[in-house]
Structures are given as C-alpha cells and as structure tokens.
Nanobody
Framework: QVHLVESGGGLVQPGGSLSLSCAAS????????MAWFRQAPGKEREWVSV????????YYRDSAKGRFTISRDNSNNMLYLQMNNLKPEDTAVYYC???????????????????WGQGTQVTVSP
C-alpha cells in the first residue's frame, strides 16, 4: 500500500513556473508506476504525465509536452512535476497517483490507479 501527499501548488502568473512534489510512504515505491492527474472546475479529471517504475520512460499529454517534466527519486520515495510556461488553462487541482506496475508501458485512465493523494491547487492567473 502507498500513501501519497502532494505539495508545491500555488498561484502563479502566466508564463511562470511551479514545481510539484509527491511524497510516498511504503517500502516498495519503485514497484509503482506514478502519474500526475489534474481536475479543473466543472471538468473531468485528466492525466497529465506518467513515469514508469524505473524513471526511464515518461509520457505526457500533448498540452504538457515541452513544458512539464516528470521525475522520480526512488531512493527517497518522491515524485516531481516541474511545470514551466504555465497557462491559465493549466489551472486545476493536481493529484499524484500510483499503480502497482513494473512494465514500461503507461496507463492514462484514472481508474487504473489505486492510490491517490489529496491534491494540490495550481492557479495560473495574471
């Protein structure tokens, strides 16, 4: 089982940057694929990025490519999302999620992920 806690959200102007962190409990963090999802008001939750258990493979939704970078530190049970050139449409609650999976593919449906953090608010506004 994995317990997840996000941090790092906040208010930023368009074009600015934020770095999100997700601290995971448990001794088998490296056995989990990790993902960031987000949910804007009135919209469905959507995937943002996925990283495989090893950190060697990363995947991004089209709107995040070139702006966001996902990474992980398995020795410290940490997941990160560096977000640059933020846009108002990036405003949402961001969640980290874990799926017990040690393959190299990725899953972008939220029902695939068994463990979720409580979310952190990201607001991009002038």
């Amino acid at each position: 089982q994995v317990h997840l806690v996000e941090s790092g959200g906040g208010l930023v102007q368009p074009g600015g940057s934020l770095s999100l962190s997700c601290a995971a409990s448990g001794r088998t963090f490296s056995s989990y694929a990790m993902a960031w999802f987000r949910q804007a008001p009135g919209k469905e939750r959507e995937w943002v990025s996925v990283i495989t258990w090893s950190g060697l493979n990363t995947y991004y939704r089209d709107s995040a490519k070139g702006r966001f970078t996902i990474s992980r530190d398995n020795s410290n049970n940490m997941l990160y999302l560096q977000m640059n050139n933020l846009k108002p449409e990036d405003t949402a609650v961001y969640y980290c999620a874990a799926k017990y999976y040690s393959g190299d593919g990725y899953y972008d449906d939220d029902f695939e992920y068994a463990y979720w953090g409580q979310g952190t608010q990201v607001t991009v506004s002038p």
